[in-house]
């Protein structure tokens, strides 16, 4: 792959649209098309970024033996979709206090422990070079509903035989699914 240069396309509130130009390894021309968070891409390494985006919260109950999901509808599947909570890193915050924002915005819950802070991967490696991290840990307190009208969330509890239910019966992000599986199978 050799590349060639970037192009801005559309641009929202909160992605834009490039076409990445490149020429395959027999010499062929390619033209990728990506969104992206970051609305000023210029050069091959800024489309790797260095920072996340975007937290996703991985979160037990304090026994550790339910699990917290989100049934959230969601415009581009045009369904309700199982996934953990997430949303953006604002400026100037690190990912544990974006964690903490989120869930509460989301679920009303708090984070009681953070356990581990799993490092950078792509939310949707085909499409966009948004980046996030995973948070994970425990949260207690009673489960409200979004603190917003633009967001549909349901939050639940979940012990790993209804997940396994679940994982048969819902639609899931991919991430959440996978992580989810291999919760449910301990």
């Known amino acids: 792959m050799k590349y060639e240069g970037i192009k801005k396309g559309d641009e929202g509130k909160f992605i834009t649209r490039y076409d990445v130009n490149y020429r395959t390894e027999d010499g062929q021309p390619k033209v990728y098309e990506i969104i992206s968070r970051n609305h000023d891409i210029k050069t091959y390494e800024e489309l790797h970024g260095d920072r996340p985006d975007a937290v996703v919260i991985i979160m037990t109950d304090k026994t550790g033996e339910k699990i917290l999901l989100n049934r959230e509808f969601r415009?581009?599947?045009?369904?309700?979709?199982?996934?953990?909570?997430?949303?953006?890193?604002?400026?100037?915050?690190?990912?544990?206090?974006?964690?903490?924002?989120?869930?509460?915005?989301?679920?009303?819950?708090?984070?009681?422990?953070?356990?581990?802070?799993?490092?950078?991967?792509?939310?949707?490696?085909?499409?966009?070079?948004?980046?996030?991290?995973?948070?994970?840990?425990?949260?207690?307190?009673?489960?409200?509903?979004?603190?917003?009208?633009?967001?549909?969330?349901?939050?639940?509890?979940?012990?790993?035989?209804?997940?396994?239910?679940?994982?048969?019966?819902?639609?899931?992000?991919?991430?959440?699914?996978?992580?989810?599986?291999?919760?449910s199978k301990e």
């Open 75 to 183: 415009m581009a599947a045009g369904m309700w979709v199982m996934n953990f909570p997430a949303g953006l890193i604002d400026e100037g915050e690190d990912p544990a206090t974006a964690a903490g924002r989120e869930l509460k915005e989301e679920t009303g819950l708090d984070i009681i422990s953070i356990d581990d802070i799993i490092g950078l991967s792509y939310s949707a490696v085909g499409f966009s070079n948004e980046m996030n991290v995973c948070v994970v840990g425990k949260c207690e307190g009673e489960i409200t509903l979004s603190d917003s009208s633009f967001e549909e969330i349901h939050a639940a509890w979940y012990t790993k035989e209804q997940v396994r239910e679940l994982l048969k019966t819902e639609r899931f992000a991919a991430r959440t699914q996978a992580y989810c599986y291999m919760w």
